[in-house]
């Protein structure tokens, strides 16, 4: 019996992971609205403050475009790359980047955009998933 509630465990959280996904691919559609984004900017604030790297007064309460903020991102991560590996990893933790992705990036000829986007959009689904899962307002 206790496998069974363990195999059914296993297939949930299966389910609950393809949804997800499902999920983040529509991300896209949420940066048309000004309040998703000003949320997701918020975000990046939030976790990249931990590392001491901090956006402009405007990044918080302006709506940027995906492009305009990636090159902000890349700004803070050509920063933080300055201070070791080990800070970008903890950085990377913090906004939950899998290691295995940072690495295939690594590889990429333009790297700091591509971990930029990966961050972006890890930054943006824990925004959606607060607002599709809760009464995320703040």
């Not at 949804?19 to 997701?40: G, P, Q, R």
């Not at 590392?51 to 492009?67: A, G, Q, R, V």
């Not at 903890?90 to 590889?107: G, M, N, P, R, S």
């Not at 591509?114 to 959606?128: C, F, P, T």
């Amino acid at each position: 019996m206790r496998l069974a509630v363990e195999y059914i465990e296993i297939i949930a959280n299966c389910l609950i992971h393809m949804e997800d996904l499902k999920s983040y691919a529509e991300l896209k559609n949420y940066f048309n609205n000004e309040v998703f984004v000003l949320k997701t900017q918020q975000q990046i604030i939030k976790d990249f403050a931990k590392f001491n790297l901090f956006f402009s007064d405007s990044f918080e309460i302006d709506p940027f475009s995906k492009e305009e903020i990636e090159i902000q991102i890349a700004d803070q991560l050509a920063d933080i790359m300055k201070q070791g590996e080990t800070r970008l990893m903890q950085l990377l933790y913090t906004i939950d980047v899998a290691e295995k992705d940072f690495l295939h990036l690594t590889t990429q000829p333009n790297f700091l955009q591509e971990l930029s986007h990966k961050i972006l959009y890890r930054e943006a689904y824990k925004v959606y998933l607060r607002m599709k899962f809760s009464s995320y307002t703040d």
